[in-house]
T-cell receptor
Framework: GQNIDQPTEMTATEGAIVQINCTYQ??????LFWYQQHAGEAPTFLSY????GLEEKGRFSSFLSRSKGYSYLLLKELQMKDSASYLC????????????FGDGTTLTVKP | GAGVSQSPRYKVAKRGQDVALRCDPI?????LFWYQQALGQGPEFLTY????????KSGLPSDRFFAERPEGSVSTLKIQRTQQEDSAVYLC?????????????FGPGTRLTVL
């Protein structure tokens, strides 16, 4: 199948750094997205990786290793508003436009 | 409008009723996607349009589900003879081009509850 695996829940302290991991099946891989979703709201785009390496965007960075089928989202200087679900989504080269989402990691930031 | 809009935001239906969910994508966006999101899970792909053409409907769970985008802009997802297992949030997303790497912009979703 095209399983996307992420931890279900994580907890971190305000001001700290947290890393959210995502693993996926490598066959047919064509890019990986990270989305943030607050409760009751729509997912919003955070990052996109298709080549190996780290993409940095302000407090958020995303890393990809294609050969290992592995990505992580790194959140620095955590703020209370970062409490949300973080969704990893993979695009496949066999289905135009289709993305498979993981079930999301619910991050709780505590003071 | 500035973003993707969906209506209604909330829909309660009795089992067996038909429902229609509307999506207004960002103006000019070529691609449109429908997803189903159950509580505590990630969005699951239902169907994909490129302009008015439905290129992929592999995610539609049964023949009770039907989607259309007749003029390549507004789309409607119709569910016939609703069942309790259809209760979920239905998300619509659009992207500017047909490119597989294009960012998808999501609407707020329609929360469907089937009693």
């Amino acid at each position: 199948g095209q399983n996307i695996d992420q931890p279900t829940e994580m907890t971190a302290t305000e001001g700290a750094i947290v890393q959210i991991n995502c693993t996926y099946q490598t066959s047919g891989f064509n890019g990986l997205f990270w989305y943030q979703q607050h409760a009751g709201e729509a997912p919003t785009f955070l990052s996109y990786n298709v080549l190996d390496g780290l993409e940095e965007k302000g407090r958020f960075s995303s890393f990809l290793s294609r050969s290992k089928g592995y990505s992580y989202l790194l959140l620095k200087e955590l703020q209370m508003k970062d409490s949300a679900s973080y969704l990893c989504a993979v695009r496949w080269d066999t289905n135009a436009g289709k993305s498979t989402f993981g079930d999301g990691t619910t991050l709780t930031v505590k003071p | 409008g500035a973003g993707v809009s969906q209506s209604p935001r909330y829909k309660v239906a009795k089992r067996g009723q038909d429902v229609a969910l509307r999506c207004d994508p960002i103006s000019g966006h070529v691609s449109l996607f429908w997803y189903q999101q159950a509580l505590g899970q990630g969005p699951e792909f239902l169907t994909y349009f490129q302009n008015e053409a439905q290129l992929d409907k592999s995610g539609l769970p049964s023949d009770r589900f039907f989607a259309e985008r007749p003029e390549g802009s507004v789309s409607t997802l119709k569910i016939q003879r609703t069942q309790q297992e259809d209760s979920a949030v239905y998300l619509c997303a659009s992207s500017l081009t047909e490119g597989a790497t294009d960012t998808q912009y999501f609407g707020p979703g329609t929360r469907l509850t089937v009693l």
